[in-house]
Nanobody, 115 residues
Framework: QVQLVESGGGLVQAGGSLRLSCAVS????????MAWHRQAPGKQRELVAG???????NYTASVKDRFTISRDNAKNTVYLEMNSLKPEDTAVYYC?????????WGQGTQVTVSS
């Protein structure tokens, strides 16, 4: 059974930092592409950052230079380092994994940034 378990969310003041983790089990993590998405109340889910199996990364413009996605294939884990957090970063953050025609999502972790 494939599982994606996120952790690291919480409440932080504006300007602060958080590190999200997503631990994967039951699938070939090293060959999979990974991403973090987020969904704020009343808004559509959006892609925040992605990292391919080869380590190439991409970011949505609003988080570039503040967030860093990385992966540790030995630990089957993908990370999202979030710095200089803003109230508009408040959302539920979801881990997403895909390979060929298979997609898997985590349950989400809440990030709340207070002003």
């Amino acid at each position: 059974q494939v599982q994606l378990v996120e952790s690291g969310g919480g409440l932080v003041q504006a300007g602060g930092s958080l590190r999200l983790s997503c631990a994967v089990s039951g699938f070939i993590f090293s060959l999979s592409h990974m991403a973090w998405h987020r969904q704020a109340p009343g808004k559509q889910r959006e892609l925040v950052a992605g990292i391919t199996s080869g380590g190439s990364t991409n970011y949505t413009a609003s988080v570039k230079d503040r967030f860093t996605i990385s992966r540790d294939n030995a630990k089957n884990t993908v990370y999202l380092e979030m710095n200089s957090l803003k109230p508009e970063d408040t959302a539920v953050y979801y881990c997403h994994m895909w390979l060929l025609n298979r997609n898997y999502w985590g349950q989400g972790t809440q990030v709340t940034v207070s002003s």
